[in-house]
């Protein structure tokens, strides 16, 4: 019942603000005209449509917001105003009382505000759906005082999230029943992981933990910077981190009065994904330009702020070897390959013409190619792919939601950056230089020794082993058995050999782990 009164809730709310309208005025049949007008009687609807659709979404809640947020990188998509509108939820969402902010943070430390933080700003600088930002300064355990960003938690997000992913869930379960691609495209499936993402980002010490690791992983990268998280600040409701210095990445004409490089700076967007994705497995999933800015410090001027880790992205070793596998067919025009993977994955039925498939995936992706990024819509491109994907009966796979989402996200900065970027030419040396590394002999040396001390253990083993199996008495054979007797004793004194050989590779290994430790001694 209380899915019921969401759904009445939500289409009231979208006939208050004229959605339904923006909706229908696509269509231009007669009987369609006159539904809109018969529908706008009596409303009073002076606000743009751009301003009513952020409203909107700002009045049902986090789950639309974020829809919005996604929507405003793809100005290829939809009409500048909207575009323009819906960039306003990046991280100007209506923040909440400031009191309300201070008694969750006395709340979850149990201790006046005072005694917490050497100073604090009331007037929050960053709000979104999920939390808002306010600044402030702590004394760390050597005494200095930091410069800090306090992150809080909305309050009552946990309820007005379930509502929502109640209706969705419902929903979800209609499409899988009634709609004859239900079982393809696992709605079920895909909300369960939209569940889990959401909740993840309700525990601000699970995203001071992913920004932690994300700092990690990219501190050997000159491109983009990671605030350093101070744990004992840090509460479920609660997370502080360094302030960074920095301009939003939206505001590109300051960028650029500054001197920043504004088409380096859409390459190492580029560069910085595919290096999340393909070397580490673990990405940025909300890079949304309320997310980024630029550092304006002089030691690391030029280079990427990330900011909100709320929502990660990982990918399995097989997961990324498929993918750049794909990415790499792609840049190649191996459409022949794509087919392939895309069967061998289970993606499409085993019985798929992969000559067919072929032909379809060249027909949408030839087109594109050699042609500067102005030019080029994924949006467009992932449209006519899943158009073709009904054909062949493709199986939507849920883990790889959030790097589609990504990807869309990463394509949108970039346009906004430099509509003259080519993504596939700057992404198809790093896919290539990565392949090599997995395929080639720094990845056979890598593998030897990740298992040179698992097979040092089994190494005493070895010798017992070997001589039970090759000391075992022989049993009474029936007649049909003991013709084979001569081919058994062959096979013996083959894996005799084997094991030997064995025995002398792993020696090998062993050898080859010492040497290593003693040059690191």
């Excluded at 580490?280 to 800015?293: E, K, L, S, V």
């Excluded at 096979?491 to 050898?511: D, H, M, P, W």
Aim: net charge neutral; glycine share 6%; with cysteine.
């Amino acid at each position: 019942m209380s899915r019921f009164f969401r759904g009445i809730a939500i289409c009231w709310v979208a006939l208050r603000h004229g959605l339904d309208g923006l909706v229908l005025s696509g269509f231009s049949r007669p009987w369609v005209r006159a539904l809109t007008r018969l529908l706008t009687l009596g409303r009073r609807l002076d606000a743009p449509r751009g301003q009513r659709l952020r409203e909107a979404l700002e009045e049902l809640g986090p789950i639309f917001v974020k829809f919005g947020q996604v929507l405003s990188t793809r100005r290829d998509l939809m009409p500048p105003d909207i575009a323009d509108e819906l960039a306003l939820l990046q991280d100007r969402v209506p923040p909440f009382d400031p009191e309300v902010a201070v008694a969750t943070i006395e709340r979850s430390f149990r201790k006046p505000l005072e005694e917490i933080f050497v100073s604090f700003d009331r007037t929050p600088v960053a709000s979104a759906s999920i939390a808002q930002v306010h600044f402030a300064v702590i004394r760390d355990r050597e005494g200095q005082e930091r410069e800090v960003a306090v992150k809080v938690l909305r309050p009552g997000m946990l309820a007005a999230i379930e509502k929502d992913l109640a209706l969705m869930h419902m929903v979800a379960g209609w499409v899988s029943r009634l709609s004859a691609d239900g079982k393809r495209l696992k709605p079920r499936e895909v909300v369960g992981e939209f569940d889990n993402y959401l909740h993840d980002e309700l525990d601000l010490v699970r995203e001071a933990a992913n920004a932690a690791q994300l700092r990690r992983n990219m501190a050997g990268l000159d491109l983009v910077l990671i605030p350093e998280v101070f744990w004992d600040w840090c509460h479920s409701d609660v997370m502080v981190m360094q302030r960074m210095q920095g301009v939003p990445i939206s505001q590109i004409d300051t960028l650029r009065d500054i001197g920043v490089d504004i088409p380096k700076l859409a390459r190492d967007g580029v560069t910085i994904f595919f290096t999340q994705v393909f070397r580490d497995g673990f990405f940025h999933a909300d890079m949304h330009p309320g997310n980024i800015m630029v550092s304006t410090q002089p030691e690391t001027f030029g280079r990427y702020i990330s900011l909100d880790f709320g929502i990660v992205g990982s990918l399995t070793e097989v997961d990324k070897e498929y993918l750049a596998q794909n990415f790499t067919a792609f840049f190649r025009r191996d459409y022949k390959r794509v087919a392939e993977l895309h069967v061998e994955s289970g993606w499409v039925p085993a019985d798929t013409r992969v000559n067919e498939l072929e032909g379809a995936i060249r027909t949408v992706c030839e087109p594109y190619f050699d042609r500067p990024l102005k030019e080029i819509s994924l949006g467009m491109v992932l449209l006519r792919l899943f158009q073709t994907s009904r054909r062949f009966h493709v199986e939507i796979q849920p883990q790889l939601v959030l790097l589609q989402k990504t990807l869309l996200n990463i394509e949108g900065l970039g346009r906004q950056l430099d509509p003259d970027l080519d993504l596939w030419s700057t992404a198809k040396p790093f896919l290539e230089q990565w392949m090599l590394e997995q395929l080639g002999p720094k990845r056979l040396w890598n593998e030897l020794q990740a298992q040179g001390p698992h097979y040092a253990k089994m190494l005493p083993e070895l010798p017992r082993l070997l001589h039970s199996y090759l000391g075992r008495p022989q049993q009474t054979q029936s007649e049909p058995i003991r013709q084979l007797l001569a081919e058994q004793k062959r096979t013996n004194r083959l894996l005799q050999g084997l094991l030997y050989s064995g025995l002398g590779f792993v020696l090998g290994l062993i050898v080859v782990q010492l040497v290593i430790r003693i040059r690191v001694l």
